[in-house]
């Protein structure tokens, strides 16, 4: 569910003009999104003057938010809160909509995710990939529904030359194979023609089966995987234990931004970051 925001409207709304002229004073607009990716989106797409916050602490996966009571006053005290989607963030959506009246932008809910495009895990166990924003065209969306929601005109959060620039510095790479702690380049693959790399993980972060594991030494070992990605907020042993096995080195990327600033540049910069790590796979 979507629901826009009447906030600039009712701050210059004829009625309370008088009012509004001699206090001078916007309402303290604050939005609030569940991980950090998000409030990196929605920062740049609002600029540095809006409050933005988000609810997932430094040291906690996308996959299991839980809510502190500090979390629970900042969902109450924001204008809008942003999620991924209620399936991603089942613990958020349940208390926001127990809130009337609460603006709430789900981010799979917008077109370009709508109807289960991006679905993939195979033909028996179809999940949608919630790492929606490592692709930059779908980041520009999101931040487009953002500012839409507030009556701001649309511009993008990162350009297209931008983009291009990446694309070209990742050209040399794009047939090349890697693991990675979980199913979480799926979409950054698409946006910058290179492999999706072999997995340890599903997408939502869950174990995988023997055989799947069976299955992903061999295909690394004949298919060349060039390192093993492991992730700050995951202390992952198996990472470890197959890196050793197939004498690969263990590269660190951080698909959730969590040093990436909340600035008017913060999302293109993360973007820029998660590349040099990429690349440093296969240096
Ligand atoms: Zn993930």
Redesign the pocket.
Request: aromatic share 0%; charged share 0%.
């Given at each position: 569910m979507v629901l826009w925001l009447p906030l600039l409207s009712n701050a210059v709304s004829t009625e309370d003009a008088s009012v509004s002229i001699q206090t001078n004073v916007m309402p303290e607009l604050l939005v609030i999104t569940s991980i950090k990716p998000l409030a990196l989106i929605a920062q740049a797409a609002l600029g540095d003057s809006m409050n933005v916050e988000f609810l997932q602490s430094a040291n906690q996966?996308?996959?299991d938010l839980t809510l502190s009571a500090s979390a629970l006053d900042k969902i109450h005290r924001a204008s809008l809160i942003v999620l991924v989607g209620d399936q991603f963030e089942p613990r958020v959506a349940k208390v926001v909509e127990g809130i009337p009246g609460k603006a709430l932008l789900q981010v799979l809910d917008l077109p370009i995710f709508g109807g289960g495009v991006d679905v993939h895990e195979g033909m028996h166990q179809q999940t949608v990939d919630?790492?929606v924003w490592l692709n930059p065209y779908s980041a520009n969306v999101i931040g487009h529904a953002i500012q839409s929601a507030f009556g701001v005109s649309q511009r993008d959060i990162i350009s297209d030359s931008q983009i291009e620039a990446l694309k070209k510095n990742l050209e040399p790479v794009g047939t090349l194979d890697y693991i990675s702690h979980?199913a979480?380049l799926g979409h950054f693959a698409k946006a910058f023609n290179v492999s999706a790399g072999m997995p340890i993980r599903d997408?939502n972060?869950g174990h995988k089966g023997a055989r799947s594991q069976f299955l992903l030494r061999k295909a690394a070992y004949n298919g060349g995987a060039q390192c093993v990605f492991v992730e700050p907020q995951y202390a992952d042993k198996d990472a470890l234990v197959i890196a050793g096995e197939l004498n690969l080195p263990l590269r660190t990327i951080d698909?959730q931004g969590i040093d990436a600033p909340l600035t008017e540049n913060g999302y293109a910069q993360f973007i820029q970051t998660l590349v040099v790590q990429f690349q440093a796979c296969f240096a």
């Open positions: 996966s996308a996959h919630p790492h979980h979480v997408s972060g698909p």
